[in-house]
């Protein structure tokens, strides 16, 4: 099994431009994850989908943000506009919710936003 | 609301000796799941263990094991024979029941190993 994909592995963009984060999950896993992982707050949930439907978006922290999975091997997350402030590693993972499995994480994509 | 703390921010050990890295954990809900993960500096997340709160016996996973003290509400990480390459950041992580496996991650604790 090929693990999570993600792409961009890095992308640097400008303050203001839209960015978008693709993720392909593990075949068969029918929940997806994105987290945002900075050194000030940590790993932050910030969406999650259970077969495609997103279950919970609290962690989205504004409306510059949102995500979609239109199917079971394909999600984005789009930032739009941009901000400095939005420079972190994020984190797409997949798992199977019908009991405690590990979740398995993506490589992340390093963004940063001049 | 769930809660995962790790109080050590940093810790350090010498190769080949073993170190315990704390975790506690807050959930009311008797049924969840308890991961450690590690980040090296290349930034991957690779799980480690896991130990479920029905489970009799602590996890242990080659030279990581789980001290799972259920009434304490602790799930610390035992590794065993320290090596170089376990230098990173350390997660732990609870899953509570139907939450569609959704994660709460403590804020990590930075282990270096010392040759």
């Known amino acids: 099994d090929a693990g999570v994909i993600q792409s961009p592995r890095h992308e640097v963009t400008e303050m203001g431009q839209e960015v978008t984060l693709r993720c392909k999950p593990i075949?068969?896993?029918?929940?997806l994850f994105w987290y945002r992982q900075t050194m000030m707050r940590g790993l932050e949930l910030l969406i999650y989908?259970?077969?495609?439907?997103?279950?919970?978006d609290s962690g989205m922290p504004e409306d510059r943000f949102s995500a979609k999975m239109p199917n079971a091997s394909f999600s984005t997350l789009k930032i739009q506009p941009s901000e400095p402030r939005d420079s972190a590693v994020y984190f797409c993972?997949?798992?199977?919710?019908?009991?405690?499995?590990?979740?398995?994480f993506g490589p992340g994509t390093r963004l940063t936003v001049t | 609301a769930q809660k995962i703390t790790q109080t050590q921010p940093g810790m350090f050990v010498q190769e080949k000796e073993a170190v315990t890295l704390d975790c506690t954990y807050d959930?009311?809900?008797?049924?969840?799941?308890l991961f450690w993960y590690k980040q090296p500096s290349s930034g991957e997340m690779i799980f480690l263990i896991y130990?479920?709160?029905?489970?009799?016996q602590n996890a242990t996973e080659g030279r990581y094991s789980l001290n799972f003290q259920k009434a304490r509400k602790s799930a610390n990480l035992v590794i065993s024979a320290s090596q170089l390459g376990d230098s990173a950041m350390y997660f732990c992580?609870?899953?509570?029941?139907?939450?569609?496996?959704?994660?709460?991650f403590g804020t990590g604790t930075s282990l270096t190993v010392i040759p």
């Open positions: 992580a609870m899953t509570p029941p139907n939450t569609g496996n959704q994660f709460y």
């Open positions: 075949s068969g896993h029918n929940s």
């Open positions: 130990q479920g709160s029905y489970d009799q």
């Open positions: 993972a997949s798992t199977r919710t019908e009991a405690s499995y590990e979740q398995y």
């Open positions: 959930t009311s809900d008797p049924s969840y799941g």
């Open positions: 989908f259970n077969n495609n439907v997103p279950i919970d």
